[in-house]
């Protein structure tokens, strides 16, 4: 399969777009968002997991389990992980620096969704017996700041308390980590009952309590992610996508990050396009996953974003994330794939 017949990636070209995301990490397994000749920047867990899982898909064993080792070595002890780290040097040891300590519930609660991820598609009950008490720390400091309506606060506050208020992007990540996390106890042998009240209760004020959430329906990702995440199912989520189509998709291009801004996004394009496997519309999505092939460079790499206005990418970045958001979406697709089945969980 080529590029050019297909207009997906085939085998080899998504090699070098792992490649690309392997040369974001640094000597302690972090991976950043993008490389600059030996400098990096920013590390966040949510991205840095993504990007472990695309390289599990591609092969690259040896650089994903550095990167969840370094993760599970990097958490607190009440089961969280600073927002932001910041990488000075990629080939030196150390040269990483909490950058934000706050902590944002849905980036805690995605380390059960890489593991489990691992699980699919590995089987090795030693790694993911050493990775799991990481993963019962991190979801039960999520659960711990669930709201009673059932959504989660995004966030600690500056002053050590938590926020009261929820996002349904991320609430619906934690919906989906949530249900990676009891699949992966289950293999265990455990069971996790206030992680599946938890999830049930989450799932309830997604699907009803929607005004309950922070306003953010000008982003995509508030539109799909309940969607991608499980909480929204069936003849539900097919209405729901329909419901605002029009207003997010741009044909040939991708989808808008912003509903009023003409910006087009690979990352949440391939999101979209699980979310519609998900459903199993998969024509639709990848006829999105092509869509954003434009995007590409030549060295495998994809641009952040697309101003078609003003036919100009933006910001001026190839995130190592929106690369892994690709090979994570054609990987859903195949119908071999061992690991398709983390985002039916």
């Known amino acids: 399969m080529s590029l050019a017949l297909t207009g997906l990636p085939c085998r080899t070209e998504l090699t070098a777009t792992a490649q690309t995301i392997a040369t974001c990490q640094s000597v302690d397994g972090a991976i950043a968002w993008e490389r600059v000749g030996d400098t990096a920047g920013k590390v966040d867990a949510w991205d840095h997991v993504e990007c472990a899982m695309a390289l599990l898909v591609a092969g690259r064993d040896a650089e994903t389990l550095a990167a969840y080792e370094w993760l599970a070595a990097q958490q607190r002890p009440d089961g969280t992980w600073p927002r932001e780290w910041q990488v000075s040097h990629l080939r030196d040891a150390g040269a990483i620096r909490v950058a934000d300590p706050g902590v944002d ?21 030693a790694v993911v017996a ?15 700041r669930q709201l009673g309506f059932g959504g989660f606060a995004w966030a600690d506050d500056p002053f050590g308390g938590t926020v009261q208020d929820a996002l349904v992007a991320g609430s619906a990540s934690i919906h989906h980590a949530l249900r990676c996390g009891i699949a992966l106890a289950r293999v265990c042998g455990a069971r996790q009952p206030e992680w599946q009240l938890a999830a049930d209760a989450l799932r309830e004020a997604l699907r009803t309590l929607e005004g309950r959430f922070l306003d953010k329906s000008r982003y995509s990702m508030d539109w799909y992610y309940p969607v991608l995440g499980g909480a929204v199912t069936g003849a539900a989520a097919r209405a729901r996508l329909a419901q605002r189509w029009d207003e997010f998709v741009v044909p040939g291009l991708g989808i808008h990050c912003v509903d009023d801004h003409p910006w087009v996004t690979g990352a949440e394009t391939c999101e979209l396009a699980l979310a519609l496997t998900r459903l199993g519309r998969r024509d639709d999505a990848r006829r999105l996953i092509a869509d954003v092939q434009h995007l590409r460079d030549e060295s495998g790499a994809y641009h952040t974003g697309f101003v078609y206005t003003d036919g100009l990418r933006w910001p001026i970045e190839r995130s190592s994330w929106t690369g892994a958001a690709v090979i994570l979406a054609l990987d859903a697709l195949r119908a071999d794939s061992p690991t398709a089945r983390v985002f039916t969980t």
């Open 105 to 125: 519930t849905n980036m805690c609660a995605y380390f059960a969704v890489g593991v489990w991820h691992y699980w699919c598609a590995r089987g090795d009950e």
């Open 130 to 144: 050493r990775l799991l008490p990481s993963v019962v720390a991190a979801l039960d400091a999520v659960v711990a």
